[in-house]
């Protein structure tokens, strides 16, 4: 099915819980495949699963900076 989402990529930012997270689920119903973005690494890979386990494309970008201060 077709819809208007459909093969379009979405950012989703705090969408490791919450309001992020039903609208990164919502859009991945819908057809978009969709960029995970947050804090929490462990429930970014639990909702890239669960979108792919939909058969959608997902992929986890952490908010967390490689990079210590000085």
Do not use: K, Y
Not at 2 to 20: F, I, K, M, P, R
Not at 25 to 37: P, R, T
Not at 62 to 69: F, G, L, T
Request: glycine share 10%.
């Amino acid at each position: 099915m077709t819809t208007a989402l459909s093969d379009a990529n979405a950012l989703v930012t705090a969408a490791t819980a919450g309001v992020g997270h039903a609208i990164a689920l919502q859009l991945a119903s819908e057809g978009a495949n969709v960029i995970v973005h947050g804090r929490d690494a462990r429930r970014g890979d639990t909702i890239v699963r669960e979108i792919t386990g939909e058969g959608r494309s997902a992929l986890w970008v952490s908010a967390r900076s490689p990079v210590s201060a000085p």
